[in-house]
T-cell receptor, first 112, second 111 residues
């Protein structure tokens, strides 16, 4: 079955540590996105990539970094510069013709 | 003005009620429209795509009004299991458009 796989599902981090969240898709989609969701809030765009080897900052990119070396993979690194990283992180891709979004199950990051 | 606006609610309705949500969007170049359902602490899941001709799936009906730039979702005969947050998503086609989300409308169906 095609889809998006995010890992890990839960992650605990000490302050000052970088962590990388994995996002892999086998849908052959060009466009991929990372969103952050805080409790009771909507989704906010962190970074997006519309094609391999290219990515753009979203609305809240500060303290985050990404890479897109392969079409299938779009990892997100939460750096120590992100002041409030505890959140639910969602990776998504879009179907090129319908525009439908496909989501991974999310990664829940907690900073201790 | 936000690109996609939804009333956050919550909408608190009894079982069996009919409830309607609206969502307005500002980009007239938008080409694809969706309603997603998100349960607490889970990822959003596609509920329905929305077409100009309207579409229906069981108790759910979605409509698009391009002239007024809004989409709607009607839920008939509400069930307890319909309790969730409903997200309006507006997108284009091709690589140049960034999908845009409403903040979501919370629905609580009570016995």
């Amino acid at each position: 079955d095609g889809g998006i796989t995010q890992s890990p599902k839960y992650l605990f981090r000490k302050e000052g540590q970088n962590v990388t969240l994995s996002c892999e898709q086998n849908l052959n989609h060009d466009a991929m996105y990372w969103y952050r969701q805080d409790p009771g809030q909507g989704l906010r765009l962190i970074y997006y990539s519309q094609i391999v080897n290219d990515f753009q900052k979203g609305d809240i990119a500060e303290g985050y970094s990404v890479s897109r070396e392969k079409k299938e993979s779009f990892p997100l690194t939460v750096t120590s510069a992100q002041k409030n990283p505890t959140a639910f992180y969602l990776c998504a891709s879009t179907h090129p013709f319908s525009g439908e979004l496909f989501f991974g199950e999310g990664s829940r990051l907690t900073v201790l | 003005r936000k690109e996609v606006e939804q009333d956050p609610g919550p909408f608190n309705v009894p079982e069996g009620a009919t409830v309607a949500f609206n969502c307005t969007y500002s980009n007239s170049a938008s080409q694809s429209f969706f309603w997603y359902r998100q349960d607490c602490r889970k990822e959003p899941k596609l509920l329905m795509s929305v077409y100009s001709s309207g579409n229906e799936d069981g108790r759910f009906t979605a409509q698009l009004n391009r002239a007024s730039q809004y989409i709607s979702l009607l839920i008939r005969d509400s069930k307890l299991s319909d309790s969730a947050t409903y997200l309006c998503v507006v997108n284009g086609r091709g690589g140049s458009y960034i999908p845009t989300f409403g903040r979501g409308t919370s629905l609580i169906v009570h016995p």
